[in-house]
């Protein structure tokens, strides 16, 4: 029996968690619970899954919600803030680290340094940490494994043993797929005036909203790309964007010999959450079959950079290093937040990431604390560039 955290769990893939968790209870156990500010969702929850933590941001919630489920006569215990948010990543067996955004970066970091097996889905703590994320996962002896379905696919389609990195291993290079979001042929005129609901529409996957508008931007399989160099020890060269609008495939690995590998399923995130938290075992996911009769086509295409900027500017990121994909991710994260706002325009969220990225110097963190300076004036810049948009 193994105890899980689940980090983020009233969103899109704590739901999902839940889901598979809820088929197993022979296997796992469910040790905390936590969300931002959800504390409807989070009390259903709690009730369904009896843990021993429940953990809510805020203080003032958080006691209004231990006295809700005082009286209910649930024996759950609730914490709060981010020191909440680091004691249960750091106390389970196995922790799903599932806050969105740069929020999450410390208590992924809280499950990494306590050496547990930690279960990424919040890219955008390993995109702003890198090099220190990683630093820490070696030193700590953690199991890192990937939950974002490209990175999930690239991982089984590795050889188990990466001694010496996939290069030593055979692996020429890694085909990172993507659907191409809701706007991949929609006239290019159209797309300053796309509106939140038609950015959070995605064809295939049903995500959180701020995933799904970097989906729609493509700076999610940007941020992909840099969590792709960290996970597998590799150089932004070596990854090739490849557009798959079917989401049946989910990544694939070149090698040498001219093999290449493919993890192929239908898009339901309960297949890479089964995988990362049975591994090296199966287990059942809930996941339907793959029909690939009915599905009968798999279309690829390259990505138009003109469609996307963000492709090149998470690209340059990647290859400048240091701060870059930190500065990077937290200007994304302002911009994307204004857009979902309704402040600024879908083909703002590049120009705002792009001037931020322009006029900020960039440098090699030696802290977090350097990360989360970089982060900080990176978010006041994007803040500052979205008001000058506004008023003029
Ligand atoms: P979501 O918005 O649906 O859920 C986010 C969760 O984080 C919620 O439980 C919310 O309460 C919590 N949260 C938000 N802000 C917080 C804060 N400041 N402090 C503490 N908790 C906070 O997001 P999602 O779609 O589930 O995505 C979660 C992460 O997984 C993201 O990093 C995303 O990139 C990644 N991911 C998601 C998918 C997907 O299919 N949804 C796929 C791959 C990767
Ligand atoms: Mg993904």
Not at 201 to 228: C, F, Q, Y
Request: hydrophobic share 50%.
């Amino acid at each position: 029996m193994q105890s899980v955290t689940v980090l983020g769990s009233t969103g899109s893939i704590g739901i999902s968690t839940l889901d598979v968790l809820s088929r197993h209870p022979d296997r796992y156990s469910v040790y905390a619970l936590t969300a931002n500010t959800s504390a409807d969702e989070l009390f259903a929850q709690v009730m369904a899954f009896s843990p021993r933590y429940a953990v809510l941001r805020e203080a003032g919630l958080a006691a209004e919600f231990a006295e809700r489920l005082r009286v209910a006569g649930s024996n759950t215990e609730v914490l709060s803030g981010e020191a909440g948010l680091c004691e249960v990543a750091a106390a389970a067996d196995i922790t799903m680290a599932a806050i969105v955004g740069a929020a999450g970066l410390l208590p992924t970091l809280a499950a990494v340094e306590a050496g547990k097996k930690v279960l990424l889905a919040n890219k955008e703590s390993l995109v702003m940490a890198g090099q220190l994320f990683i630093d820490a996962v070696a030193k700590s002896g953690a199991t890192l494994l990937p939950i974002d379905s490209e990175h999930n696919a690239i991982f089984q389609c590795l050889p188990l043993a990466a001694e010496g990195g996939i290069k030593a291993q055979g692996v020429q290079r890694i085909l990172l797929t993507g659907s191409g979001g809701p706007f991949r042929a929609t006239p290019l005129d159209e797309l300053a005036t796309v509106t939140p609901d038609q950015a959070c529409a995605h064809p295939n996957w049903a995500m959180g909203r701020k995933i799904s508008v970097d989906s729609a931007t493509m700076m999610n399989k940007g941020l992909e790309l840099i969590e792709a160099c960290w996970l597998f020890q590799t150089d932004p060269a070596t990854i090739e964007i490849i557009i798959h609008p079917q989401s049946v495939i989910h990544s694939m690995v070149e090698y040498v010999d001219g093999s290449v590998l493919a993890q192929l399923g239908n898009p339901d995130m309960r297949t890479p959450i089964a995988h990362a938290l049975a591994w090296p075992q199966r287990i059942h996911s809930g996941v339907s079959s793959l029909d690939i009769i009915s599905q009968a086509r798999l279309d690829f295409e390259a990505p138009d950079e003109e469609r996307f900027p963000c492709l090149r500017l998470a690209r340059d990121a990647a290859i400048r290093g240091g701060t870059a994909p930190a500065v990077l991710n937290a200007a994304n994260e302002i911009a994307v937040a204004a857009f979902l706002d309704g402040e600024l325009a879908f083909v703002d969220i590049a120009q705002v990431i792009a001037d931020v990225m322009a006029q900020t110097n960039i440098g090699e963190p030696q802290s977090l604390l350097d990360v989360q300076t970089a982060d900080s004036a990176a978010r006041a810049l994007a803040v500052d560039l979205i008001s000058a948009k506004i008023r003029a």
